[in-house]
């Protein structure tokens, strides 16, 4: 996944001045952020002129600031946005027409670019990625707001990005349901071992029978998710560290991934994104355990769609705690609001406050925690 768009809820009607506040907003919450994001945070930027010392305290490589084309070919911005480049932030623009792209009056502007965005029924869309890879050096093209699975899967064929609108809340048809492989069965007698608190030399001895398995779980431990000054050599030293819930939530995400046919990198993430997410906002009014409880609810309201199989088919495969499967299955228990209040956070149609709201929390709290529970999924690797 290359990065992320961010906006704020009900933004998009409040003319200029609401977006420039709306995109100070964001940069301070990507400069507070405490973690190091490995990915990229595309925003838009109403105006280069205001924007022109409000970039300190952030990676500049993990930004793409989205320009205006006036903006862009203005000649008293030049300065700036050589500034920028030089340090290593990514500009894009988000092309209205082909011409400006042809205009060679325009070349010296063009070339501080790293990406397009095209609208993604933009008649001119296949002239528009010609021309991206044949720029020097190439430009990455971003096709806007894909309405659909379908429509994301041909960009992905022809090797360009998208912006995906809500691809959290956007239906995948399960045309089969798909039958858990043998992998997925291993996983899943893992995970029976780790919720009935099995003795630890029984869960290394299970981990030891798949090589792969271990050294998957090698390779999550000792990502920069965790911050480890050591490096954790062992499978047997991986539980130890880590301690069985969170074992349980490392097999949740290999169960997710088991679904080779059908899987996509990109509902991963948001799948990670989710269950993390739902964690943090509990972290303040629930227990530990029942929080990383709602990393769970989080991750498997998105397994139907990852593993093609029906939640309640895997859920029977589990003993999970009851306010778990109440939470999944009829949106209902003390996990329901919280699990609510993340989808409402992966639109944009302003109803996040509906929900945050009855339970106390700010809107500087939600987006805390959002962003942090994305960049902690771009940097666990898998």
């Known amino acids: ?3 992320y768009l961010l906006a704020s809820q009900g933004s998009s009607g409040g003319g200029e001045s609401s977006g420039e506040t709306t995109s100070h907003q964001l940069l301070a919450l990507l400069a507070h952020a405490r ?8 925003i838009e930027v109403p105006s280069v002129a205001q924007f022109a010392g409000e970039l300190e305290g952030f990676p500049h490589h993990a930004l793409v600031l989205i320009l205006k084309q006036a903006d862009l070919l203005d ?39 790293s990406h397009l965005l095209v609208a993604h029924d933009h008649p001119e869309r296949e002239a528009i990625t010609r021309f991206a890879r044949h720029s020097s050096p190439p430009l990455r093209v971003v ?3 894909i309405p659909g699975w379908q429509a994301l899967e041909a960009c992905a064929g ?13 239906p995948r048809e399960i045309k089969q349901a798909v039958k858990l492989g043998p992998e997925a069965q291993q996983i899943l007698q893992l995970m029976h071992l780790v919720q009935g608190d099995a003795d630890i030399r029984n869960v290394e001895k299970a981990l030891k029978t798949d090589l792969q398995l271990s050294y998957k779980l090698l390779r999550y431990i000792n990502s920069a998710g965790f911050g480890l000054e050591v490096e954790v050599e062992s499978a047997r030293h991986a539980v130890s560290m880590l301690g069985y819930a ?17 899987f996509s990198p990109a509902l991963m993430q948001a799948a990670m994104i989710r269950g993390r997410f739902a964690e943090l906002l509990g972290q303040d009014f ?6 990383e409880n709602l990393f769970v609810v989080g991750m498997f309201s998105f397994l139907d769609r990852l593993l093609g199989t029906p939640v309640p088919e895997v859920l029977a495969q589990l003993v999970l705690p009851p306010a778990v499967s109440e939470a999944l299955l009829s949106r209902e228990g003390v996990y329901a609001p919280v699990l609510a209040l993340v989808e409402a956070c992966e639109g944009l149609d302003g109803r996040a406050v509906d929900f945050s709201a009855p339970m106390s929390m700010t809107a ?10 994305i960049m902690w999924a771009q940097n666990i690797k898998m």
């Open 246 to 262: 969170p074992l349980f939530r490392w097999l949740l995400l290999l169960l997710a991934r088991t679904h080779t046919t059908g």
């Open 75 to 113: 000649k008293a911005n030049q300065a700036v946005l050589t500034s920028w480049r030089a340090r290593e932030l990514g500009l894009a623009l988000r092309v209205a027409d082909f011409a400006t792209l042809e205009n060679r009056d325009n070349a010296l502007q063009l070339s501080r670019l």
């Open 286 to 291: 629930l227990t530990r355990r029942e929080a």
């Open 35 to 42: 973690e190091t994001p490995s990915g990229r945070f595309f």
């Open 364 to 373: 500087e709290d939600v987006n805390k925690a959002h962003v942090s529970a």
């Open 158 to 170: 022809t090797g360009i990005e998208g912006i995906f609108a809500d691809i959290c809340r956007a």
């Open 143 to 145: 096709v806007d707001r």
């Open 1 to 3: 996944m290359t990065g």
